[in-house]
């Protein structure tokens, strides 16, 4: 079992360097064997989010894997992260999103809320209210009076934590300049193809930990066009992996490591949940990380289009 390092969050908590993602899988037994897989070999972050439609099955395998692992790991073990979804924008509606994260998860607080993206949609017309267009429909509530109800969950002792994600460089320090409760992280895209250096720096330098999604390129998106480049299958990155005779995809996640960067890849795959934290036994060389540097192709893959009409749209 691999004992996962931790890092300090600016408000003095602590969160696990490596966690797993749980985006999108909607197989049930899929996911519950997958997070007990991971709790086993030493997981204990979770990275969950409403519109994965998932979080009940999450849930109930941390259940399972709290109940079996017989008292040795507890619910204060776990670090569970989820997000608010862009059409529970208003100051009513993110009390609620809440409660309906944490009734499906069978939980009484979080460790990590997250604002999702930094935009809202139209409100009660599902997940995606599209026009006919197929854009979502913006809704005009700013995202500084959202974070100001997400102060309001950390004062309820509902929520231990609260952090963005996917806000750019300008975005982030409008929250920084009106918040009473500074953002402990900024979850955004980064892998080889997507380096995202100048809004890494920027949080680093504001004590705002950087979460990476996507560490491989989400291969498996369902949005994948033949001619996109692969990142797990770069030249550098297999040459890197050759010489320490590791995966592509363990590499990946030393290199974001020892960027000071906590990553949460997503798999279901037991064996690969099992190597996926296979990476505190070997660290790159400084040339090793240069390397990484010379890949200056970059790509992004969650782009989130259907948005790009939004006033506030980051990218």
Not at 268 to 296: C, H, Q, W, Y
Request: proline letters at 6%.
């Amino acid at each position: 079992m691999s004992t996962i390092p931790k890092k300090n969050l600016n408000n003095g908590r602590q969160i696990p360097v490596l966690g797993l993602g749980t985006y999108k899988e909607e197989d049930e037994n899929k996911l519950i064997t997958a997070i007990k897989t991971a709790v086993k070999v030493g997981y204990r972050h979770f990275d969950c989010a409403p519109v994965y439609y998932n979080e009940k099955q999450v849930g109930h395998g941390l259940r399972e894997a709290i109940d079996e692992s017989n008292g040795s790991v507890k619910r204060e073990d776990i670090f569970i992260t989820s997000k608010l979804w862009c059409s529970f924008f208003s100051k009513e509606k993110v009390p609620v999103c809440l409660e309906n994260t944490l009734k499906d998860l069978a939980l009484d607080y979080l460790d990590l809320y997250l604002i999702h993206w930094p935009f809202g949609f139209k409100e009660d017309d599902g997940f995606y209210p599209e026009d006919s267009n197929g854009k979502m429909v913006p809704s005009d509530i700013h995202y500084l009076e959202t974070y100001k109800a997400m102060e309001d969950l950390v004062k309820s002792g509902k929520v231990k934590s609260i952090g963005v994600s996917n806000f750019n460089i300008q975005q982030l320090q409008d929250v920084l300049d009106n918040c009473e409760i500074k953002p402990v992280c900024n979850q955004f895209e980064i892998h080889p193809l997507l380096h995202n250096n100048e809004l890494v720096d920027f949080c680093q330098k504001n004590d705002i930990t950087v979460v990476a999604y996507a560490p491989f390129g989400a291969p498996d998106r369902s949005w994948l066009k033949p001619e996109d480049p692969v990142a797990l299958k770069h030249p550098v990155v297999l040459e890197i992996a050759k010489k320490h005779n590791r995966t592509a995809g363990q590499v990946i996640l030393r290199w974001l490591i020892q960027r000071n960067i906590v990553v949460i890849p997503k798999s279901v795959n037991p064996g690969r949940i099992e190597e996926n934290s296979k990476i505190f036994d070997f660290t790159l060389s400084d040339d090793d990380m240069a390397a990484f540097n010379t890949i200056k192709e970059q790509f992004r893959y969650y782009s989130f289009d259907e948005c790009d009409n939004h006033p506030r749209y980051p990218f």
